[in-house]
């Protein structure tokens, strides 16, 4: 049975100034798969996760949702699916307490009663394991918990409209900061979500982090140079010829891969 494409990028470009992030990349994202994104800092990796949000503009090429050919910015169309994006550090807002933040955009957007966005939040704060804790603020929370309420807020979506629930989660280094306790209860609970109800069963993830990469990828593409320089499954990466795999996951100095002081 053929695999359903839900992102297609066709050609994609992006330069910031003088220097090309990404070079007319082609990538199929499908449903129902786990896609881990690697390559060394400063490849365009998060870049990628902004295009598909529709957070930042083509320079050149083509991205198509659904099949449907995305034109201009996330704000300026009629979106055929959500995609929500969970940032690196977390992005909470501080002066907001916990149900604030996981809530924002039904109590900004939607017509339920505040009572029942509470009841919303507390469902979706239980289903990342933070109970109890919708009154606290960001700053009274570890790294790993602001991290597991940031994913809360991604996935929290109107019962009374079924298209605002979330087809797509985009992870921008989700275990970066983090120690290796914290990363495996984040990387266990990316997996746990994607099957559960109320969670996506489709995410794509930027990653450095070896175990992170390995726990939660079925795919991996490796970025390098502004192109997709390798592809395979995670039992492939031990076993591949492709140099630039092999110098990232030995973290040696020596190979391809220009080294930045």
């Known amino acids: ?114 009572e029942k966005i509470r009841q919303l939040v507390d469902a979706k704060l239980a289903m990342v394991g933070l109970q109890g804790i919708a009154d606290k603020y960001p700053s009274q929370l570890s790294g790993g918990m602001r991290k597991r309420v940031s994913f809360a807020r991604a996935l929290i979506a109107d019962p009374d409209n079924p298209a605002d629930n979330p087809e797509l989660v985009l992870y921008d280094e989700p275990t970066a900061g983090l120690d290796p306790i914290s990363s495996t209860i984040i990387e266990d609970l990316v997996r746990r979500l994607q099957g559960a109800p109320g969670g996506c069963e489709t995410y794509v993830m930027v990653s450095h982090q070896d175990s992170t990469i390995r726990r939660t990828a079925d795919r991996v593409i490796f970025l390098y140079s502004g192109k997709v320089q390798w592809e395979g499954t995670v039992d492939e990466i031990d076993h591949t010829d492709n140099p630039l795999v092999r110098q990232f996951f030995s973290a040696s100095i020596d190979g391809p891969i220009r080294v930045i002081d």
């Open 1 to 114: 049975m053929a695999k359903e494409p839900l992102i297609e990028l066709k050609g994609v470009s992006k330069a910031f100034g003088n220097h090309v992030i990404l070079d007319g990349i082609d990538l199929t994202i499908y449903r129902g798969e786990a896609l881990v994104i690697i390559g060394p800092s400063g490849t365009g990796k998060s870049t990628i996760l902004r295009l598909i949000a529709g957070l930042i503009p083509l320079d050149g090429g083509e991205i198509y949702i659904k099949g449907q050919r995305r034109q201009g910015l996330i704000d300026d169309e009629n979106k055929p699916m959500r995609i929500a994006l969970v940032f690196q550090q977390a992005a909470l807002f501080d002066s907001l307490n916990v149900d604030e933040n996981v809530g924002f955009f039904l109590y900004e957007h939607s017509k339920l009663p505040r």
